[in-house]
């Protein structure tokens, strides 16, 4: 289980240091080089024979090489499309949920017939895979090529402020967000990790809870295609909205599992929570690229993983806690469900926060311009009443 979990937050808390180098270096040389680790680390892992050597090779190499390899996929993409980056960001998010389905039966099968370790080696297929299609992310931006490494392979070092580039802290949407999305994922993860448990304690094992699961993945993915596509239509920051709703709908879930005393109830929890899951998980980059702009994208989502690392690591374990002094998860499901709501609630005013940064800065220019016509006309009022005596003295004379 530690293995497992230092895996998860590593992916996470390495994700700040992967925008810095992915604007350093740009996304191919990031992506592919953190295949190439996670391959090895994957490799290696099928070779350890005791659980000690795992903590390094599964938990950390393996997961840092993930972790670079997972959040150029994510900034490349705004690169080549701009009027359908939901819709696209639907698309490649669900690969996940398709995996998240056929996998496990995958991994049971695997293992029954060839055994772990050489299940991790028939794992190795798929991060040579992902290493081979690295090389296919060719930024597309006019700041591209300074990112990529300068001209014929010269790399100046950046100065220090674009290494960490902690400008998009300035934006005050960004920061409501930045806050806001770490609130909510405190009790977010606690029914992905502790609903397997809670159904046998239950049900017992008469039901089969890898059902709830197969839910789960089907609707995310059906929600990041669906909700990918929506965000297209709705203009600008607004997209929150459909954030918002997520953490609602998903809120309003945790809170219900424990009221579900029949097993076709969180069956149909379970639908509801994947379609909001995928709702969530499918706009992140989208609102970035609203919020920040497409050069401080890769960073501005770097951080915000970064912060979630946090929630997702504290969250799970004190509902485990709650459930060992109270003998039963249902007051752990209902707390789960709160800050959801409360990170909601503080994303409603990103989009109001937003316009009016943006009308602020559209005034500026038609200030400058009204001020200047201003001055152009009272240079001619000026001239035209000066002119007016010297035309009738002239006249007089």
Same mark, same amino acid.
């Given at each position: 289980?530690?293995?497992?979990?230092?895996?998860?937050?590593?992916?996470?808390?390495?994700?700040?240091?992967?925008?810095?180098?992915?604007?350093?270096?740009?996304?191919?040389?990031?992506?592919?080089?953190?295949?190439?680790?996670?391959?090895?680390?994957?490799?290696?892992?099928?070779?350890?024979?005791?659980?000690?050597?795992?903590?390094?090779?599964?938990?950390? @190499?393996?997961?840092?090489?993930?972790?670079?390899?997972?959040?150029?996929?994510?900034?490349?993409?705004?690169?080549?499309?701009?009027?359908?980056?939901?819709?696209?960001?639907?698309?490649?998010?669900?690969?996940?949920?398709?995996?998240?389905?056929?996998?496990?039966?995958?991994? =049971?099968?695997?293992?029954?017939?060839?055994?772990?370790?050489?299940?991790?080696?028939?794992?190795?297929?798929?991060?040579?895979?992902?290493?081979?299609?690295?090389?296919?992310?060719?930024?597309?931006?006019?700041?591209?090529?300074?990112?990529?490494?300068?001209?014929?392979?010269?790399? =100046?070092?950046?100065?220090?402020?674009?290494?960490?580039?902690?400008?998009?802290?300035?934006?005050?949407?960004?920061?409501?967000?930045?806050?806001?999305?770490?609130?909510?994922?405190?009790?977010?993860?606690?029914?992905?990790?502790?609903?397997?448990?809670?159904?046998?304690?239950?049900?017992?094992?008469?039901?089969?809870?890898?059902?709830?699961?197969?839910?789960?993945?089907?609707?995310?993915?059906?929600?990041?295609?669906?909700?990918?596509?929506?965000?297209?239509?709705?203009?600008?920051?607004?997209?929150?909205?459909?954030?918002?709703?997520?953490?609602?709908?998903?809120?309003?879930?945790?809170?219900?599992?424990?009221?579900?005393?029949?097993?076709?109830?969180?069956?149909?929890?379970?639908?509801?929570?994947?379609?909001?899951?995928?709702?969530?998980?499918?706009?992140?980059?989208?609102?970035?690229?609203?919020?920040?702009?497409?050069?401080?994208?890769?960073?501005?989502?770097?951080?915000? @993983?970064?912060?979630?690392?946090?929630?997702?690591?504290?969250?799970?374990?004190?509902?485990?806690?709650?459930?060992?002094?109270?003998?039963?998860?249902?007051?752990?499901?209902?707390?789960?469900?709160?800050?959801?709501?409360?990170?909601?609630?503080?994303?409603?005013?990103?989009?109001?926060?937003?316009? =009016?940064?943006?009308?602020?800065?559209?005034?500026?220019?038609?200030?400058?311009?009204?001020?200047?016509?201003?001055?152009?006309?009272?240079?001619?009022?000026?001239?035209?009443?000066?002119?007016?005596?010297?035309?009738?003295?002239?006249?007089?004379?």
């Amino acid at each position: 289980a530690w293995v497992s979990s230092l895996s998860m937050g590593m992916v996470f808390f390495c994700s700040p240091i992967v925008s810095i180098f992915t604007n350093l270096f740009g996304c191919r040389k990031v992506a592919v080089i953190g295949a190439a680790v996670g391959f090895a680390g994957l490799l290696s892992s099928s070779f350890v024979s005791t659980i000690e050597p795992l903590y390094f090779t599964y938990g950390i @190499l393996f997961a840092c090489g993930c972790s670079f390899a997972y959040q150029p996929s994510l900034v490349i993409l705004g690169h080549y499309f701009k009027r359908r980056l939901g819709l696209v960001n639907g698309v490649v998010t669900a690969g996940s949920s398709l995996f998240t389905v056929s996998l496990p039966f995958l991994l =049971r099968a695997l293992i029954d017939s060839v055994g772990l370790y050489n299940t991790l080696r028939v794992l190795c297929v798929l991060m040579f895979v992902l290493f081979l299609a690295g090389f296919t992310y060719k930024p597309l931006v006019s700041t591209a090529k300074g990112q990529e490494g300068g001209k014929k392979g010269k790399f =100046r070092f950046p100065p220090e402020k674009k290494i960490c580039n902690f400008s998009v802290f300035r934006v005050l949407s960004y920061r409501i967000w930045a806050l806001g999305i770490p609130a909510a994922l405190f009790g977010y993860f606690v029914p992905y990790v502790h609903l397997m448990k809670h159904v046998k304690d239950r049900f017992g094992d008469s039901v089969p809870e890898e059902v709830l699961l197969l839910c789960l993945g089907i609707t995310s993915g059906v929600g990041r295609l669906i909700f990918g596509r929506v965000a297209d239509y709705i203009p600008g920051a607004k997209k929150v909205y459909l954030q918002v709703a997520s953490f609602f709908f998903i809120g309003l879930m945790s809170m219900m599992i424990p009221l579900c005393h029949v097993f076709g109830g969180l069956i149909a929890v379970c639908l509801f929570m994947g379609l909001f899951d995928g709702c969530f998980i499918c706009i992140m980059a989208p609102i970035a690229f609203e919020l920040v702009g497409a050069q401080d994208v890769s960073q501005a989502i770097g951080f915000l @993983l970064g912060l979630m690392s946090i929630p997702m690591t504290v969250g799970p374990p004190i509902a485990g806690l709650l459930r060992d002094q109270l003998g039963t998860y249902d007051v752990a499901f209902y707390l789960a469900g709160v800050p959801p709501l409360i990170g909601g609630a503080i994303l409603c005013f990103i989009p109001w926060v937003h316009e =009016r940064h943006k009308l602020k800065e559209r005034a500026k220019p038609v200030d400058g311009e009204t001020t200047e016509k201003m001055l152009e006309n009272e240079n001619t009022l000026v001239s035209d009443t000066t002119e007016k005596p010297v035309k009738e003295m002239e006249s007089g004379f």
